[in-house]
């Protein structure tokens, strides 16, 4: 990613004034679930003429499909019969040919008049059997839709009608794609039970033994995903829950059709529109009635998005949280939190380029955002009380949820920490290690969650290609550039010890650089309290640090793990200290907690932007150069992405999974598990109450501290990510 260079050129005044927007209330989503179908009586007759064009079309058009598509097969038969053997000649002499004749055949003379013979033949005799078989298929096709087709053209109408304006129905202005994935995923959604950690649910027995997983690349990433058929459990024992499971993996005796419907559905048409809400219409209506069926519910309070108090929340204490930093200009020292790392970035034509770095004063009040995305002229610099602050500010707002839903959520909680991890326990931990067990809770199916999203967010063309505006290569050089603007201990510079996972560590250095928010205190405490659970299990099990380095399969799961995650960590390294036996305990006891860290409060930070994406004025992930609000189609697209990946799992508190860890090996002179873990919860609750008691007198504290903060409240917190 290209860098941009900041703040040199004088405010250029936007071309026209932008009044503040509103802030559209918070919409909770409704109380009971239920699957909508969006069937609207009034537009029965409009989806019967449609759906009934639909079947002349097809009932005529597939016929004359069928047709030309023989013909073309019967001449280029006999095209094969008089032309076939010297283009076969002749192809064998391209470089790709060539090599795999090289390689398996030889170098010998004539070689390639052998193989073009040969291809010849088969071509000649087989050709008379595959072409009408060809032909017979399509008209087996034809028929079938002459029977059957009218189904089909009706269920496209009713699709169709989905995108009728409201009141008539719901305004679904998307492609096929995204509704068909809306649809079925509402079913995933009302038929998911919240599974409790408990001996039956989550059992020690299922869990399968260490192997090399079968796994591929994720599209954009290069990340190394395993299928969902190397989930670290069989998640039932019933066998229709296996025939369900076994369909879903694409395995099985339906297993064709999961593997349709996960890898081929999103070569379904692609196309962006550009619907724009009108002056008065509510955005976060829009999307709630459409997808207030399913949307998680809301825990967080925004009466006020759009003013500069509201800005400052979102910085400190809000979705921007993570990321603040300081810098100096003038001698004048300022918070500044970026995005301008995006600007450069191609975008797809019709939508604004992202970007802006805001600057507040050491009393959090805004100063200004310098935005590189606005102008291909040069960084532009927006004050308040500008006539562009309110677009500077709702870009700034919108490119932050871009940065973190990609950045922060997909690439690096997900396919980096979770995956790698999960990863390294399935290939190196046998079942009965105390560290597999330790981190069942936290890695609870986590490779089913991580192959969805690798297939259903990160593939060319599906959900998350659809609802930003980067081009293919934009995304892809936005998750590459994402491995080294993660944050969360990963953005220490190496002249301050580079990047580590000990929090309080990362913490402290923040602190020296005069970044001590609420944000990071509740942080710190919630590391702390993870730490000592982690540090009491190890005690538990590894009596002396000489232990840890004895142990090869710990050794071998740590080494791996570290591989992969280089970025985060200056200890990367284990090999090289592995006789620094205290270093390597520190070090072992830091990436449990770390990891435990990650997927619980760290996904809620990045993961539960419900308040933010359900209002395109508030967060919008693309919109059009000039507005101060996403598109109606981007609407539908992030409020259904959000719906899709906030399927409810275990809470870290209050619980009880005491059971999974292993009764022998333990030292009798350290506390047991049980005891650790009574700890755990006891210390979980104290921070919850220590939280509600901060969020409750929020008000009465004076800004910019009166604001309440939901991230490290232990209700909050699952144990593994979801998707
Ligand atoms: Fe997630």
Redesign the pocket.
């Known amino acids: 990613m290209k860098q941009v260079k900041q703040d040199v050129v004088a405010p250029s005044k936007p071309v026209a004034s932008k009044k503040e927007p509103p802030s559209f209330p918070v919409v909770q989503p409704a109380p009971e679930k239920y699957i909508n179908f969006f069937f609207f009586l009034q537009n029965l007759p409009s989806i019967m003429a449609r759906g009934f064009v639909y079947y002349i079309i097809g009932c005529f058009g597939l016929p004359l499909l069928g047709m030309a598509a023989s013909i073309v097969l019967f001449l280029g038969s006999l095209a094969f019969w008089v032309a076939g053997w010297p283009c076969l000649f002749a192809a064998a002499w391209y470089q790709g040919p060539q090599k795999l004749v090289k390689r398996f055949v030889g170098h010998f003379y004539g070689v390639e008049v052998i193989l073009a013979t040969i291809c010849y033949v088969v071509g000649l005799v087989s050709l008379p059997i595959l072409v009408p078989t060809c032909c017979f298929l399509m008209f087996l096709l034809v028929v079938c839709f002459w029977i059957a087709g009218w189904a089909l053209a009706f269920g496209l109408a009713w699709l169709d009608s989905w995108s009728y304006p409201y009141p008539q129905s719901v305004e679904f202005i998307t492609d096929l794609y995204c509704k068909l994935v809306y649809f079925g995923f509402q079913f995933e959604i009302f038929f998911h039970k919240i599974p409790s950690i408990n001996p039956k649910t989550l059992r020690v027995d299922l869990l399968r033994d260490p192997k090399p997983l079968k796994k591929y690349i994720c599209d954009f990433t290069g990340a190394y995903v395993p299928y969902s058929m190397e989930n670290e459990q069989e998640n039932t024992t019933s066998w229709i829950g296996k025939i369900i499971n076994d369909t879903m993996n694409g395995q099985g005796p339906l297993g064709l059709i999961g593997h349709i419907g996960k890898n081929y559905i999103y070569v379904l048409p692609f196309s962006d529109h550009f619907d724009e809400f009108q002056p008065g219409e509510d955005p976060v209506q829009f999307s709630m009635r459409q997808v207030g069926n399913m949307y998680p519910p809301i825990y967080q309070e925004w009466p006020d998005k759009q003013s500069d108090v509201a800005l400052t929340r979102f910085c400190k204490d809000g979705l921007a949280a993570h990321r603040v930093e300081v810098t100096t200009e003038k001698g004048v020292k300022y918070y500044v939190v970026r995005t301008n790392a995006l600007a450069a970035l191609p975008v797809r034509d019709g939508f604004a380029n992202y970007g802006g770095d805001v600057f507040f004063d050491m009393d959090w009040r805004p100063v200004k955002i310098v935005d590189a995305g606005l102008s291909s002229s040069g960084p532009v610099t927006t004050r308040p009380g500008d006539a562009g602050w309110a677009e500077a500010k709702f870009r700034f707002r919108s490119s932050m949820s871009v940065l973190v839903t990609a950045g922060d959520?997909?690439y690096g909680?997900?396919l980096i920490v979770a995956n790698y991890m999960t990863t390294a326990v399935r290939e190196y931990l046998p079942t009965t290690h105390p560290i597999r067990r330790f981190l069942m809770p936290f890695t609870f199916n986590t490779i089913v969650?991580n192959d969805n999203?690798a297939t259903n967010l990160c593939r060319r063309k599906t959900l998350a290609y659809r609802c930003f505006a980067l081009t293919e290569s934009g995304l892809e050089q936005a998750y590459k550039a994402s491995s080294v603007m993660l944050r969360f201990g990963a953005d220490r510079p190496q002249e301050a010890g580079g990047p580590c996972l000990d929090y309080e560590a990362y913490v402290d250095w923040l602190q020296s650089q005069g970044i001590d928010t609420e944000y990071y205190r509740q942080g710190r405490k919630y590391w702390l309290i993870v730490k000592k659970f982690c540090q009491g299990i190890l005690d538990f099990y590894y009596s002396t640090p000489q232990d840890y380095a004895k142990d090869q399969e710990l050794m071998q799961w740590a080494c791996s793990y570290l591989s992969h995650i280089r970025n985060l960590c200056a200890d990367y390294d284990l090999e090289s200290y592995k006789s620094d036996h205290a270093r390597v305990k520190e070090t072992i006891t830091n990436i449990l907690a770390h990891f435990v860290m990650t997927v619980t409060a760290h996904?809620e930070q990045?993961?539960a932007v419900e308040v933010y994406v359900q209002d395109v004025s508030f967060c919008a992930f693309k919109w059009t150069p000039g507005s101060l609000m996403g598109t109606k189609q981007t609407a539908t697209a992030q409020a259904a992405l959000m719906m899709m990946?906030?399927t409810p799992f275990p809470k870290i508190w209050p619980a009880d999974w005491t059971y999974v860890f292993p009764e022998t090996d333990g030292s009798t002179q350290k506390a047991a598990p049980k005891q650790v873990f009574d700890q755990f919860q006891q210390d979980l609750g104290d921070l919850h109450a220590e939280v509600q008691k901060y969020n409750k007198s929020c008000h009465t504290r004076s800004f910019p501290n009166n604001n309440p903060l939901y991230v490290f409240d232990p209700t909050n917190l699952e144990t593994s990510?979801?998707?």
Request: glycine share 8%; proline share 0%; aromatic share 0%.
């Open positions: 959520h997909l909680i997900h969650v999203a996904h990045a993961g990946t906030a990510i979801s998707v």
